[in-house]
């Protein structure tokens, strides 16, 4: 995304041109959710959205930094998808600070959104009061999964604190079970990181150091504590790490040839896609924290700035199709997230999603994630370089690392 700035810079929105969809309510749908549970998930939205007429033409792409940075180019290329799944948040509103974003707000207003949208969501999801996108679920980032017979094996309990955890992750490594299945990419060490950050600082401070970028909260000793709580975390991830999916690392805790997965619980669609039920062979908690806190990203479908009726046709049923209560409680189920209507009852949903529910109701526990919802691009980017380096570079100690996430923060800023 940060490449953004400089391309999309030199092209006038006016090179949005019409959209890719060859005939009425035809929406090109451009994703990255190709893991088994997420495209299932999807499949949940196109059944619903070919049910109403529409003709989906699916443009999956691996990965959502690639998913991303092809929307940009199709929209700077002139041939924009009808509508791209993203997250709503500060990188979103980059895009459509450059012209590149229409909006579906009268199908909103007809459908009542304010009334049944969390305000903090509703908010993000406009732009001059307007509707941008239309968001269609909760996803928490800082979930503990972990492998019920893996920890039985090794004689462990659930671990509540980080201490704790280092401690059990000690014996599991001693019976010869990798500790955590982690795939070594930025932003999954990030997610990582952010649990360390929430679990030992407390939300107060989350909110500080992502927030207000407060200078004070990541040089205080408690900041510190964060990240030599994270430099001896290193040892318990095995070598294969490096590069590895994340829907990769979640098999390796499913099968138990890790134990845990530090993780969004879009790891739990990967649970429903294999037949799992939730809290049975693969048990859920918050990661270990010293108070309750959630840290949120928003999935959510956007619309290209694009101007022919057929496009914008099937830009306003794609817009009513996610905000029905159907569709959200049948792609949140398969996805792993909660729905963001918050007039959907949790009844039908499995018991993480129940505590993710529960954990919300407290104002307080309501979290940004630091990826695209609550930073933009340059800061948010700047932040998993920060982390991936400490992470990967075990001969830098924790004052290097807390520097090098200062300087890298001031430095984007
Ligand atoms: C996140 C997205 C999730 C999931 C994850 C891994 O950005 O919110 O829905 O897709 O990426 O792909």
Known sequence: MRALKTLAGLVPALMIGVSTGASAQTAEVLHWWTS???????????????????????????????ARAAVVNRMIGGKPPTVFMFSIGKQLDELAEQGLVGDVNDV???????????PLIAQVSKRDGKYIA???????????????AALKKAGVEVPKTWPDFLKAAKTLKAAGITPIALGGEPWQERILF???????????????????????????????????????????????SPGRKWNIAANMMMKGT???????????????????????????????????????????FAFSNVKDK??????????????????????????????????????????????????????KAQLASSG????PSSVSGAIDDAISNYWNNRSLTP???????IKAIASAK
Request: proline residues 3%; aromatic residues 8%.
């Open 36 to 66: 088994g549970g997420e495209s299932a998930a999807l499949g949940k939205v196109r059944a619903a959205y070919t049910a109403k007429g529409g003709t989906w033409k699916d443009t999956p792409i691996a990965g959502g930094g690639n």
């Open 108 to 118: 909103a207003v007809a459908g009542k959104w304010d009334a049944v949208l969390p």
């Open 134 to 148: 239309a968001p269609i679920n909760i996803h928490g980032e800082n979930w503990m999964f972990y492998n019920t």
């Open 194 to 240: 952010n649990s360390v950050l929430l679990g030992v600082g407390g939300r107060d401070h989350y909110a500080k150091v992502y927030g207000q970028l407060d200078e004070a909260a990541m040089k205080s000793d408690t900041m510190l504590e964060v990240f030599k709580t994270v430099a001896a975390l290193r040892e318990f991830v095995d070598e294969g």
């Open 258 to 300: 890790a134990a845990f997965q530090f993780m969004g619980d879009w790891a739990k669609g990967e649970l429903v896609a294999a037949g799992i039920e939730p809290g049975t062979t693969v048990g859920c908690a918050l990661a270990p924290a010293k108070d309750k806190g959630y840290i949120m990203t928003v999935d959510a």
């Open 310 to 363: 057929a496009g914008r046709d099937a830009q306003k049923l794609m817009a009513s199709v996610i905000m029905d209560p159907a569709v959200q409680v049948a792609f949140n189920k398969q996805k792993g997230s909660i729905p963001v209507r918050t007039d959907v009852t949790d009844a039908s949903f499995d018991v993480c999603a129940k505590l993710a529910m529960e954990t919300l109701k407290d104002t």
């Open 372 to 375: 695209l919802f609550g930073l």
């Open 399 to 405: 004052e290097q690392g807390r520097d090098l996430f």
